[in-house]
């Protein structure tokens, strides 16, 4: 068996780690055949909950897991890690935009990119799940200046999951028929959820999502709210946010990150922008990405019609206000 794979969860005492400590335990992110050490963090006053989840996970009896620490300490639960899942952050409310987290969560994403400049192996890879998690994101970077920018990703999979699930739904498939759906931007309620360049197997053939679906009208207007407002219909339910369906979809972007897209296959992530199809250098923007050898690349040459052009925009201009609040938040 290969050497264990160090990975730390952070907010490991809270919903979503409850359901990703699991999947990842088990292997359904780095391999059935890759032992794991897993670091789990969140804070003091939460160290008596964790332990109850330690004693879960050491219940579990999975034998991948090598060793699992569980602290409150930045400087221990990052160091020396190959993956990072970082999910310890305040969730909103019923009424809130994802931007009203700002305040209260960015600094924890300062302060752990300092440690993590400090401790963590300089080709870990970063996942960033806590809200606003594009602007976080970016904010964890910067304080991590001695890790590679590429290193740092936001998760907008769960936003492509429900694009997709959407999709299959409407078509009558099962949601691995549908394939290429973009999440542009924000993980907000401004990004862009676009089929135009997606394909859904049919009957043994593949498709265009546009042809397949024949109504412009539900793709440009109620697919588009449906996918922006999910994560606020499932908090209106629930009185809490999505969680299991984050958890499967952090696992999906890390699964895809180490092991690759197949063939012409894409998915969405969210990534430090390079001034791909006209967005700002710099933003922590959602784009659909290939991936080989644990390297991810925009896809390059998309056509993009007015329609897609203005709202690429908008929640491009977005992103660089929340930027810009978020760093003067950070400045002491
Ligand atoms: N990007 C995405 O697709 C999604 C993002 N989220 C976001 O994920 C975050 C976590 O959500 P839940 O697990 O439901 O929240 P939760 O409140 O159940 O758990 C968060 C945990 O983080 C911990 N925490 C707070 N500050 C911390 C720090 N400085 N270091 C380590 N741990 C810390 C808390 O003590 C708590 O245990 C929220 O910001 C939520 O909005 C949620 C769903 C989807
Ligand atoms: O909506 C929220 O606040 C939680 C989240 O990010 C999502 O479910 O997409």
């Known amino acids: 068996m290969a050497e264990p794979l160090k990975v730390v969860v952070t907010g490991a005492a809270g919903q979503i780690a409850y359901s990703l400590l699991y999947s990842v335990a088990k292997g359904d992110v780095f391999g059935y055949d890759q032992s794991l050490e897993l670091n789990l963090l969140d804070i003091t006053p939460m160290m008596e909950v964790l332990n109850g989840v330690v004693m879960e996970l050491q219940d ?54 300092q440690a993590m400049d400090k401790v963590a192996k300089k080709t870990v890879r970063v996942v960033v799940v806590g809200n606003p998690a594009n602007t976080n994101a970016c904010i964890l970077s910067r304080y991590a200046p001695s890790i590679p920018k590429e290193n740092f990703t936001c998760l907008t999979r769960l936003d492509q999951n429900r694009a997709q699930a959407q999709i299959a739904a409407r078509l009558g498939v099962t949601t691995d028929k549908v394939t290429n759906v973009i999440i542009w931007g924000n993980h907000s309620s401004t990004q862009f959820p676009d089929v135009a360049h997606a394909k859904v197997e049919l009957n043994g053939q593949v498709v265009p999502v546009p042809e397949a679906v024949k109504d412009d009208n539900y793709l440009k207007n109620d697919f588009i709210k449906t996918v922006q407002q999910r994560g606020a219909a499932v908090i209106k339910a629930r009185k809490l946010s999505s969680a299991m369906s984050a958890a499967k979809a952090a696992c999906d972007h890390m699964h895809d990150w180490f092991v690759g897209t197949k063939g012409s296959n894409w998915v969405s992530m969210g990534v430090i922008s390079d001034g791909s199809y006209g967005i700002k250098e710099g933003l922590m923007y959602s784009y659909p990405v290939q991936i080989k050898d644990k390297k991810w690349s925009i896809v390059q040459g998309l056509s993009i019609n007015e ?26």
């Open 307 to 332: 329609f897609a052009r203005e709202k690429l925009d908008a929640t491009a201009a977005e992103l660089d206000e929340e930027l810009e609040a978020a760093v003067a938040e950070c400045t002491d």
């Open 60 to 113: 579990c009896a999975i034998p991948l897991v090598k060793k699992i620490t569980a602290t409150d300490d930045p400087n221990v639960a990052f160091k020396d890690v190959n993956a990072a899942f970082m999910v310890g952050a305040m969730p909103r409310k019923d009424g809130m935009e994802r931007k009203d987290l700002l305040k209260a969560n960015v600094k924890i994403f300062k302060a752990q990119g």
